[in-house]
């Protein structure tokens, strides 16, 4: 078998979604093949690929749910209408910038802050827009049209300067448009009192801005009552016909050092064209997408994942703060902080199919804040446990003591950090980094089940057991909660076999394997997994946390048989109840289906999904703006498409049968494997794993008939059969191996597959 290469696919991408023909910038549809949009290893057009997921506005976006948005981890914009006005509103907000008064709680006194808005106010009344979002290049681009003629904009928001650049070109009469800055009071959006929960007694809006010019910059100051502040700067450049916007922000606590930063920032962007300025945010953004690839027939759907991944690189870098329940585009809102007891979960989940580990904050700010996590456990527990609370500011404080099991108030919600803890040990899994095993996920975890050894009892039936805590967000405290039992011996076998690794001889490990061997089973009746002792699961409740040791912890899991009857009456008896379901129940109601291997189930979830909850522009509402369901919608797709938990890679375990075709590119799993893989006419023709680390290979590959296993020369592999589709091979760090059916010869093409149908394209279409 010669060396195995790959079809160059040039142009055909971006049409198999049958967008409809739009006057989009040339940004969005180039005349020409551009060389360096081509894939160098698969040939792949990614500027015409990604053109078929693009947003597209032909009406007037009104708000949050249907605007167009931009961001860079830490400036963020939202576009639409200005509410009771003929202007378009640019939203300024900032994900760093928040109160800093702990003694008013996280949700005031540390809240996120509103900075303000511009305004594009036209001299005609607005007609109509034509707008594109293009994902390749994260930039807004089109038309508004108005009574006295028009308006060609580009926007961006720049990757690395953290400015908002907005260019206009003004026709005919709208030579006079102008901008318009609006400073946002300086106040939690928690406070407004449409949404009835009045602020504690004592807290105080902050001081009113204040505004200065500096040359043709202008800057507006906002002070702080904790004696920090933040700064708004802009500065509009013309250049013949046409001027340039430029708005950047910068904040400081507790010091008043952001102003001069602002101004910094602004002067030096200024003076740069927006094509100039361009080029390095394009760099970024076209070289993010080609981390990994994945194309389903759905095209809608397909198109969806495509934006979830602008989106979340939109909202979070490394180096920014973790992702708060709006991302940093921050509107009223009654959750102006960050969730920890499901939000922030489920935000970061897609990062690691999809190989873009680069915007990890979350592994970042628990091991930079950590401190902050013990600090918040009440004495005497504060001497060797870590606990975060439900809420939480930038940087992981929420101004009061963590719950304590056995007592309330406050809420005894506990398991929250070592959720989140799961998180940062997937991000080992899929690294295998054992630096950040030993260095974050082995203390804090310590720390986090420390806590619950220290309220473990034995009781009668000689087991240990966990007095009331609280299931999030069942509303009652109950003893022996399913969500703290399961996260409890998660914890400990992971710390035994994180010590293993490390070759760490814990003092501790002892009463590891204590609590392993000795802790009440889960609760359980007729109707599956309780709440807690006590507490059957008797009403309608959004929230999965009674079933986390099936997922995301795969403890109970669909491949033990005695599991099965519990797993699949627990989930009939949780999605039966309507009321109090939401978006992102059917987004895990898709992931316990993806692991039970029924795809089509996993595909009416999300179709429902989309139908019932998904806004046009794909953000999500419940009661306020909240981004955490759409982003774990792509991690369901992730679980239909490859699963990788207990040390086996699971190919293609839930397709639907819709998908007859499926391919993936550089999908990254638990091992620190790459997988590549294609499905044609309903069969998996040919699997490519590429090891990172050289960690032990078990693949369950879905190939029919026997398996043929060669190296990337095409020199045969030696592997061992574990069962009829499942194999273990033999792969050494940087080794690849490429599976297909013996006497198969495959083309390994890495192309888009072909959509079942048109679909329609995201955002507001005529």
């Known amino acids: 078998m010669s060396e195995l290469s790959r079809r160059t696919l040039l142009a055909a991408g971006g049409a198999l979604l049958a967008t409809p023909a739009l006057a989009s910038p040339a940004s969005a549809n180039p005349t020409g093949v551009n060389a360096a949009d081509i894939d160098a290893s698969t040939g792949l057009n990614w500027r015409d690929f990604l053109a078929g997921s693009d947003l597209i506005w032909q009406r007037l976006p009104k708000n949050w749910y249907d605007g167009p948005f931009l961001g860079n981890g830490f400036l963020g ?20 910038v928040q109160d800093h008064r702990p003694e008013f709680g996280s949700l005031y006194g540390l809240a996120r802050l509103p900075i303000g808005w511009f305004t594009l106010e036209p001299q005609g009344t607005i007609t109509a827009v034509d707008w594109r979002l293009s994902l390749y290049d994260a930039e807004l681009a089109g038309t508004i049209t108005t009574t006295a003629g028009s308006i060609a904009i580009r926007t961006i928001i720049h990757n690395g300067r953290s400015t908002l650049v907005v260019q206009a070109r003004p026709a005919d009469g709208e030579a006079k448009f102008r901008w318009v800055f609006h400073p946002a009071e300086a106040v939690s959006p928690r406070a407004d009192p449409k949404f009835n929960k009045p602020a504690p007694n004592g807290y105080l809006p902050n001081p009113k801005p204040t505004t200065q010019t500096s040359g043709p910059a202008t800057l507006v100051t906002q002070p702080l009552l904790s004696g920090g502040e933040h700064v708004t700067a802009y500065q509009e450049t013309t250049r013949g016909t046409t001027r340039t916007l430029y708005a950047t922000v910068a904040w400081s606590d507790p010091d008043k050092t952001a102003g001069p930063r602002a101004l910094d920032t602004i002067r030096a962007t200024a003076a740069t064209s927006l094509d100039t300025l361009a080029k390095d945010h394009r760099a970024w953004w076209n070289s993010f997408y080609r981390r990994s690839f994945l194309s389903v027939p759905d095209g809608r759907l397909q198109s969806f994942y495509w934006i979830q991944l602008y989106k979340v690189a939109s909202a979070t870098r490394k180096a920014a703060p973790v992702m708060a329940t709006t991302g940093p585009w921050l509107e009223s809102t009654p959750w102006p902080a960050t969730w920890w007891n499901l939000n922030v979960q489920l935000e970061y989940w897609l990062i690691h199919g999809s190989n873009h580990l680069e915007l990890d904050s979350l592994t970042r700010a628990l091991s930079q804040f950590r401190d902050n996590l013990t600090k918040q456990v009440a004495a005497p ?10 809420t939480a500011d930038i940087t992981l404080v929420n101004g009061a003591t963590a719950g304590i099991p056995g007592q309330d108030p406050p809420t005894p919600e506990i398991g929250n950090l070592t959720w989140a803890l799961h998180n940062v040990w997937l991000t080992y899994r899929h690294t295998m980094d054992t630096g950040l095993l030993r260095t974050t996920v082995f203390p804090l975890l310590r720390k986090a089940v420390n806590y619950y050894l220290h309220f473990l009892t034995t009781g009668s039936d000689g087991k240990l057991h966990l007095p009331k805590t609280f299931s999030p967000e069942y509303g009652v405290d109950t003893p022996d909660t399913n969500y703290d039992l399961a996260l409890l011996r998660w914890g400990c076998q992971t710390l035994l076999d994180s010590a293993q690794t490390l070759k760490i001889t814990d003092p501790l490990a002892p009463k590891w394997r204590d609590v392993l061997a000795n802790l009440t089973p889960y609760p359980v009746d007729a109707n599956g997994f309780m709440i807690g002792a006590g507490q059957p699961f008797a009403m309608s409740h959004r929230h999965y946390s009674h079933m986390l040791s099936v997922y995301p912890l795969y403890l109970v899991n669909w491949e033990q048989p005695e599991s099965r009857s519990l797993i699949q009456t627990s989930l009939d008896h949780w999605v039966s ?5 939401q978006g992102y129940s059917y987004t895990g109601a898709a992931s316990f289906a993806a692991q039970m291997g029924r795809g089509n189930d ?18 999500y509402k419940e009661s306020g703006p909240v981004i955490e369901t759409p982003l774990s919608a792509s991690q369901s797709m992730h679980d239909m498409i490859c699963q990788s938990w207990h040390g086996v890679i699971r190919v293609f375990p839930a397709i639907p049968d819709s998908w007859a075709d499926v391919t993936i590119d550089n999908f990254r799993t638990q ?13 998996t023709r040919w699997v490519r794993l590429r090891s990172e680390v050289g960690a032990p290979c078990v693949v369950r590959h879905g190939i029919p008939g026997q398996v043929a296993v060669r190296d990337r020369h095409g020199r045969p592999l030696r592997f061992k059969e574990v069962d009829a589709t499942t194999i273990q091979i033999d792969l050494p760090r940087g080794g690849e191996a490429v599976l297909c059916r013996a006497g198969d010869r495959p083309d390994f093409a890495v192309a888009p597959v072909k959509s079942n149908g048109p679909s329609a394209p995201w955002g507001l279409t005529a």
């Not at 914009?77 to 907000?93: K, L």
Request: with cysteine; hydrophobic share 40%; proline share 3%.
């Open 77 to 96: 914009s939202g576009i639409y209408a200005e509410p009771g006005a003929n202007a378009i509103r640019f939203n300024v907000q900032h994900s760093e």
């Open 381 to 390: 527990y504060d001497q060797d446990s870590a606990a975060i609370c439900r």
């Open 577 to 581: 109840f309507k009321g109090a379901l």
């Open 602 to 619: 996993s595909a009416q979830y999300l179709a429902d999904l989309l139908r019932l909850y998904v806004q046009p522009n794909t953000m």
């Open 671 to 683: 091992g620190a494997f790459l997988l590549s893989a294609s499905r044609q006419h309903g069969v």
